[in-house]
């Protein structure tokens, strides 16, 4: 089992940043990637960023030059900067981390934290 606590949203003001953190405890064996997902009222949720063990990064393109994902394996941390923040960011943010063993793998899911950007 794998547990996963997002912090760092809040309301942002357009143009604003805010910098989201997942802390993620228990069995972190045969975790390869981790990742920032979002939704908005009404809206599936969607791929913001994800990072690998060795650093590979793959980002939406609606976020790729405002977002910055990073990941700390030391401290099993991952973080979201975001930079120069739009109203339509503004969604739950989800941390997801993948447990993969050979052709099997599972995500596990925080529970979200609120992003607002609104003046």
């Known amino acids: 089992q794998v547990q996963l606590v997002e912090s760092g949203g809040g309301l942002v003001q357009p143009g604003g940043s805010l910098r989201l953190s997942c802390a993620a405890s228990?069995?972190?064996?045969?975790?390869?990637?981790m990742g920032w997902y979002r939704q908005a009222p009404g809206k599936q949720r969607e791929l913001v960023a994800t990072?690998?063990?060795?650093?590979?990064?793959n980002s939406a393109d609606s976020v790729k030059d405002r977002f910055t994902i990073a990941r700390d394996n030391a401290k099993n941390t991952m973080y979201l900067q975001m930079n120069s923040l739009k109203p339509q960011d503004t969604a739950v943010y989800y941390c997801?981390?993948?447990?993969?063993?050979?052709?099997?793998?599972?995500?596990?899911w925080g529970q979200g934290t609120q992003v607002t950007v609104s003046s």
């Open positions: 990072i690998t063990t060795d650093g590979s990064i």
């Open positions: 228990g069995n972190m064996f045969s975790i390869d990637l």
């Open positions: 997801k981390a993948r447990q993969k063993w050979g052709l099997y793998s599972y995500d596990y």
